[in-house]
């Protein structure tokens, strides 16, 4: 059973376009989402978390989108750059409770310059 | 380098052997995980410790995983009679609590041949 279901699997965009990308969870007792964003070789790396008291965050070309109702929240990389290609996972945790994180299979983004 | 540290990189060994991983999280931070990660998939949860005491653990951590931290520094994840189905990149991550979101180490690549 996957608690936290991400897409696409993969995304190629220009560079100076915007990368957008979606995640669905289950469990309604989630109420921590962060975006991790990994390179080949490396750990993954927390860019963005939002909890479910606000709709959106913004950091920077970072945008998480959040819908309590839908179960769903998602990414936005406006102005993608090139190093920006890595690939990108979703999580999701219970704040106040267990602080292991679900995460979802990841989505590699491909930014063309 | 005040990042986490894991220790070694890359482990090739044969199956039925028993190894050993070593995590040295930031100084500061109470909290250290170990994840496991397959190719295309996103991070599993192992293990958590709080300080030296191991708060929670997956079912994936079968009878042949062990881990410890035993004064509250660093963390080894042992691994006994290696299966091939152990091959996995073994991240290890800390935090001074979830609000401020993980750090994960570069991990450790295993193959079991």
């Known amino acids: 059973q996957q608690q936290v279901k991400q897409s696409p699997q993969s995304l190629i965009v220009q560079k100076g376009g915007i990368s957008i990308i979606n995640c669905a969870y289950e469990n309604t007792a989630f109420d921590y989402f962060p975006w991790y964003q990994q390179f080949p070789g490396k750990g993954p790396a927390l860019l963005i978390a939002i909890r479910p008291d606000v709709s959106e965050k913004k950091e920077g070309r970072f945008t998480i989108s959040f819908n309590k109702s839908a179960k769903q929240f998602s990414l936005h990389i406006m102005d993608s750059q090139p190093g920006d290609s890595a690939t990108y996972f979703c999580?999701?945790?219970?704040?106040?409770?267990?602080?292991?994180?679900?995460f979802g299979k990841g989505m590699k983004l491909t930014v063309n310059p | 380098d005040t990042g986490v540290s894991q220790d070694p990189r890359h482990k090739i060994t044969k199956r039925g052997q028993n190894v050993t991983f070593r995590c040295d999280p930031i100084s500061e931070h109470n909290r250290l995980y170990w994840y496991r990660q397959t190719l295309g998939q996103g991070p599993e949860f192992l293990t958590y410790f709080q300080n030296e005491a191991q708060l929670e653990k997956s079912r994936l951590l079968s009878d042949r995983f062990s881990a410890e931290r035993p004064k509250g520094s660093f963390s080894t994840l042992e691994i006994q009679r290696t299966e091939q189905g152990d091959s996995a990149m073994y991240l290890c991550a800390s935090s001074r609590g979830q609000s401020e979101g993980y750090t994960f180490g570069s991990g450790t690549r295993l193959t079991v041949v």
């Open positions: 999580a999701a945790s219970m704040f106040s409770g267990s602080e292991k994180l679900v």
